[in-house]
């Protein structure tokens, strides 16, 4: 329940602080436009980086270290209907300020590009061990902030975070309840 609590506090805060930032900066928010091209092209991107990821943590036992002990933190006290909050709440607030707000206030660019996945690296920063965990979110914020600029479209890289973060969560809980003891 205190994981729950917490990203409900922390989506809040984003929320809150792009909110604050719309008002005070005239870029405005990236478009967020419903359509079937969109909707795919995000779901692919999602699926694309939860494939990614699994590579990669096949391949980087550093990586693999810090996300398991990333994912033990955030998924271990979850129980299966809480994993749809995990997908909604980050992908929703997260993107809105990294990929929404951010991104067109310092501009659809490469700079733009990296000062938000940059950002959003260093949000997923729990410890100082955590740094391989670091780079991969960074990495991945790329990726989103690259479909959001080619796209023009916010559903995009909303869909590839909820996409990544609910299939992701799944598997890893599926895996942790079905391990031998």
């Not at 405005?28 to 699994?54: E, K, W, Y």
């Not at 909604?88 to 990296?114: D, K, T």
Request: aromatic share 10%; hydrophobic share 55%; no cysteine.
């Amino acid at each position: 329940m205190q994981v729950l609590a917490a990203m409900g506090v922390t989506a809040i805060v984003l929320l809150v602080i792009a909110r604050v930032w719309l008002y005070f900066d005239p870029a405005g928010l990236l478009p967020f436009t419903v359509s079937i091209q969109a909707g795919l092209i995000g779901v692919a991107m999602g699926l694309g980086i939860t494939l990614a990821s699994a590579a990669v943590y096949q391949l980087w036992p550093a990586y693999r270290k810090s996300a398991d002990s990333y994912l033990v933190m955030v998924l271990r006290p979850l129980h299966w209907p809480d994993l749809i909050w995990l997908g909604l709440l980050p992908g929703l607030s997260e993107e809105l300020l990294f990929r929404g707000v951010m991104l067109p206030a310092i501009g659809l660019n490469s700079l733009g590009i990296v000062v938000s996945a940059a950002s959003f690296g260093i949000l997923h920063l729990s410890s100082p061990q955590q740094w391989p965990y670091v780079i991969w979110a960074t990495t991945i914020g790329l990726v989103l902030a690259t479909g959001a600029v080619v796209t023009g479209n916010l559903l995009v890289p909303v869909l590839a975070h909820v996409v990544t973060n609910l299939v992701s969560s799944l598997v890893w809980k599926f895996r942790q309840t079905t391990a031998p003891s």
